[in-house]
């Protein structure tokens, strides 16, 4: 699998640089000698949408400085059911501090170094959250333009809904009326129609009086058993980087896209009084050579929840006192900058099953995958999940407000999976107390970040994810389901003593990787934060972000639907401001 991943590999950089301006190297662009209007920091969402949508204008000269490497031709990203198995070399390879809510353990966070970002190499669920989730950020941000309402059209331009894989009929799974058909982002439901542990859940939800069928979870409200909708089309990853920076893309002569490049610093100019950024101090990774380059207009930072905030606060700009500490010039004291990271904490819970199931043979499914775009490697997670809300005559109500944005936002997503003898589900708290922060270590802007998730410091998340155990038994308590689960393995806040499922939880919770709100939207003129909600920098001119940073909560989602939105948003609103 190695040798042939690096054979396509090469065989599509090779094609790459045929056509358009990639550039592999920092190099390539010295000799190369343009001045660039915008230059976008990072080719993950953010970046690559923002990068794409500024040079469909052919006044605009664009840069886009990433990281990693090119997407294109690597076979694991592609691949939607190989998600879990791409090389780290596609990766930051972060690790976390040491986390005081789980009992001192640091643990891997995956995020995408690669053309596309994360999108290249996350789970690929499309779901939006809740209407309340974007209303929220309209009142947060002052701007009551970032609202469910404002914001849908750009869901739909985003969108291209496709049929499944192997162009099975998916209708009844789920709601025409809420999906686009036109747009960059391809999103199909799955390739397998309903097998046997689907439809059980189906008729649970018939009989269910907590957790009914919801057919559209996208459409604002999305409470209920789902069948999941994914970035994939034709069998393919559709990460940022296919939909936005493929060939069409690419032939634009006023887009440069430049790989293997670090951003490291931005820097201020000497010339303005006011705080004036629009230069961009930038490494190449294979050599360590700096350079800078400068843009006539803005540099936009899409380099996402951890990225965007390592490189404001190696600039100087973040709380004056960090800053210090670690001896960097401070240029703005900006201290919300790095605070404020939430994130979704997840939990794995298992029953005893009276099912087989029969194994993937993965060589004869990668075959299929590469004859006909079909088969089991075409889907990368379960078909269905559910969102459901915490009861609100929960005894946690008694002691804590409810985080959740509004009626229509759920609390916890319980995955639905099955392995023949047992089934297992991850409880995810979509709507955590806790929060972390992301800092810097040295004065070397290649040091890693330090990123505290900050999971479990607030007791209300203890008590919400046992919420959501509770949830999950009840829901595989139903009727339906009689004969079939056999047994609750646990961990059980019911029986085991408070102190020994926090215990529990503490050593086996993770992350789903849906890291927010490092350089959060405020009101124009608010002292906290770090955006205007034109996501421009506070008190900096030439400076805007673009990214998952700049959202204020974590949605009650997983997160790529969310940044893309946003993104596309902001491609009119820096347009629009010039």
Same mark, same amino acid.
């Given at each position: 699998?190695?040798?042939?991943?690096?054979?396509? @590999?090469?065989?599509?950089?090779?094609?790459?640089?045929?056509?358009?301006?990639?550039?592999?190297?920092?190099?390539?662009?010295?000799s190369a000698?343009?001045?660039?209007?915008?230059? %976008?920091?990072?080719? $993950?969402?953010?970046?690559s949408?923002?990068?794409?949508?500024?040079?469909?204008?052919?006044?605009?000269?664009? *840069?886009?400085?990433? =990281?990693?490497?090119?997407?294109?031709?690597?076979?694991?990203?592609? %691949?939607?059911?190989?998600?879990? /198995?791409?090389?780290?070399?596609?990766?930051?390879?972060?690790?976390?501090?040491?986390?005081?809510?789980?009992?001192?353990?640091?643990?891997?966070?995956?995020?995408?170094?690669?053309?596309?970002?994360?999108?290249?190499? &996350?789970?690929?669920?499309?779901?939006?959250?809740?209407?309340?989730?974007?209303?929220?950020?309209?009142?947060?941000?002052?701007?009551?333009?970032?609202?469910?309402?404002?914001?849908?059209?750009?869901?739909?331009?985003?969108?291209?809904?496709?049929?499944?894989?192997?162009?099975?009929?998916a209708?009844?799974?789920?709601?025409?009326?809420?999906? /686009?058909?036109?747009?960059?982002?391809?999103?199909?439901? !799955?390739?397998?129609?309903?097998?046997?542990?689907?439809?059980? =859940?189906?008729?649970?939800?018939?009989?269910?009086?907590?957790?009914?069928?919801?057919l559209?979870? &996208?459409? @604002?409200?999305?409470?209920?058993?789902?069948?999941?909708?994914?970035?994939?089309?034709? $069998?393919?990853?559709?990460?940022?980087?296919? @939909?936005?920076?493929?060939?069409?893309a690419?032939?634009?002569?006023?887009?440069?896209?430049?790989?293997?490049?670090?951003?490291?610093?931005?820097?201020?100019?000497?010339?303005?009084?006011?705080?004036?950024?629009?230069?961009?101090?930038?490494?190449?990774?294979?050599?360590?050579?700096?350079?800078?380059?400068?843009?006539?207009?803005?540099?936009?930072?899409?380099?996402?929840?951890?990225?965007? !905030?390592?490189?404001?606060? &190696?600039?100087?700009?973040?709380?004056?006192?960090? *800053?210090?500490?670690?001896?960097?010039?401070?240029?703005?004291?900006?201290?919300?900058?790095?605070k404020?990271?939430?994130?979704?904490?997840?939990?794995?819970?298992?029953?005893?099953?009276?099912?087989?199931?029969? !194994?993937?043979?993965?060589?004869?499914?990668?075959?299929?995958?590469?004859?006909?775009?079909?088969?089991?490697?075409?889907?990368?997670?379960?078909?269905?999940?559910?969102?459901?809300?915490?009861?609100?005559?929960?005894?946690?109500?008694?002691?804590?407000?409810?985080?959740?944005?509004?009626?229509? =936002? !759920?609390?916890?997503?319980?995955?639905?999976?099955?392995?023949?003898?047992?089934?297992?589900?991850?409880?995810?708290?979509?709507?955590?107390k806790?929060?972390?922060?992301?800092?810097?270590?040295?004065?070397?802007? *290649?040091?890693?970040?330090?990123?505290?998730?900050?999971?479990?410091?607030?007791?209300?998340?203890?008590?919400?994810?046992?919420?959501?155990?509770?949830?999950?038994?009840?829901?595989?308590?139903?009727?339906?389901?009689?004969?079939?689960?056999?047994?609750?393995?646990?961990p059980?806040?019911?029986?085991?003593?408070?102190?020994?499922?926090?215990?529990?939880?503490?050593e086996?919770? @993770?992350?789903?990787?849906?890291?927010?709100g490092?350089?959060?939207?405020?009101?124009?003129?608010?002292?906290?934060?770090?955006?205007?909600?034109?996501?421009?920098?506070?008190?900096?001119?030439?400076?805007?972000?673009?990214?998952?940073?700049?959202?204020?909560?974590?949605?009650?989602?997983?997160?790529? =639907?969310?940044?893309?939105?946003?993104?596309?948003?902001?491609?009119?609103?820096?347009?629009?401001?010039?």
């Amino acid at each position: 699998m190695g040798k042939l991943t690096t054979l396509v @590999g090469l065989m599509a950089l090779s094609a790459s640089l045929v056509h358009g301006k990639v550039y592999t190297d920092l190099e390539q662009l010295d000799s190369a000698k343009e001045s660039y209007d915008f230059i %976008v920091v990072g080719g $993950g969402v953010g970046g690559s949408v923002v990068a794409s949508r500024l040079s469909e204008n052919p006044r605009y000269n664009v *840069l886009l400085v990433e =990281a990693g490497p090119d997407n294109e031709g690597v076979t694991e990203i592609a %691949v939607p059911g190989m998600f879990f /198995g791409i090389n780290r070399t596609y990766t930051w390879g972060h690790v976390t501090t040491p986390q005081v809510g789980l009992n001192d353990r640091s643990m891997p966070y995956t995020q995408g170094r690669v053309l596309g970002g994360s999108s290249s190499v &996350n789970g690929m669920m499309y779901t939006r959250g809740s209407s309340d989730d974007f209303d929220l950020w309209g009142k947060v941000s002052g701007d009551r333009s970032w609202s469910w309402k404002t914001l849908f059209p750009y869901f739909l331009r985003n969108e291209k809904l496709v049929p499944p894989p192997g162009g099975r009929n998916a209708s009844g799974q789920y709601d025409p009326r809420y999906h /686009g058909y036109r747009g960059p982002t391809t999103v199909s439901l !799955p390739w397998g129609g309903p097998t046997d542990f689907d439809l059980l =859940a189906l008729k649970n939800a018939e009989q269910s009086k907590e957790i009914k069928f919801n057919l559209e979870p &996208n459409s @604002g409200k999305p409470s209920g058993l789902i069948w999941v909708q994914s970035t994939i089309g034709n $069998g393919e990853r559709c990460s940022a980087a296919v @939909g936005f920076l493929g060939p069409e893309a690419r032939e634009r002569p006023n887009l440069t896209i430049l790989l293997n490049t670090q951003a490291t610093r931005v820097l201020p100019s000497k010339e303005s009084r006011q705080l004036d950024i629009r230069t961009l101090e930038i490494a190449s990774i294979a050599s360590g050579k700096t350079t800078t380059v400068t843009a006539k207009k803005e540099v936009i930072l899409s380099a996402g929840a951890f990225g965007t !905030p390592h490189l404001l606060l &190696n600039s100087g700009i973040g709380d004056k006192k960090d *800053l210090e500490e670690v001896k960097v010039k401070v240029i703005h004291h900006l201290p919300e900058v790095g605070k404020g990271l939430s994130d979704h904490l997840t939990f794995p819970v298992g029953w005893t099953a009276n099912d087989t199931i029969k !194994p993937v043979d993965y060589p004869a499914a990668l075959e299929q995958w590469q004859t006909n775009r079909t088969g089991p490697l075409t889907e990368a997670v379960g078909h269905q999940v559910m969102f459901a809300r915490i009861p609100p005559n929960a005894p946690l109500f008694k002691e804590h407000r409810d985080p959740a944005s509004g009626p229509n =936002a !759920p609390h916890i997503e319980i995955t639905l999976a099955t392995q023949g003898a047992q089934v297992g589900a991850y409880v995810v708290l979509l709507t955590p107390k806790s929060r972390g922060s992301v800092k810097i270590a040295s004065n070397n802007p *290649l040091d890693k970040p330090l990123i505290d998730l900050g999971f479990l410091t607030h007791p209300f998340d203890i008590e919400a994810i046992k919420e959501g155990v509770r949830l999950a038994k009840r829901w595989y308590d139903g009727p339906a389901y009689k004969g079939y689960i056999t047994g609750f393995l646990g961990p059980d806040p019911d029986t085991l003593p408070a102190e020994e499922f926090a215990n529990q939880l503490k050593e086996a919770a @993770g992350t789903f990787w849906h890291p927010v709100g490092t350089a959060t939207i405020s009101p124009k003129g608010a002292k906290h934060g770090v955006l205007d909600p034109d996501l421009k920098v506070k008190g900096v001119k030439g400076l805007r972000v673009v990214d998952g940073s700049a959202i204020p909560y974590v949605p009650t989602a997983h997160t790529q =639907a969310s940044v893309y939105v946003l993104s596309e948003r902001a491609s009119d609103l820096i347009k629009n401001s010039w």
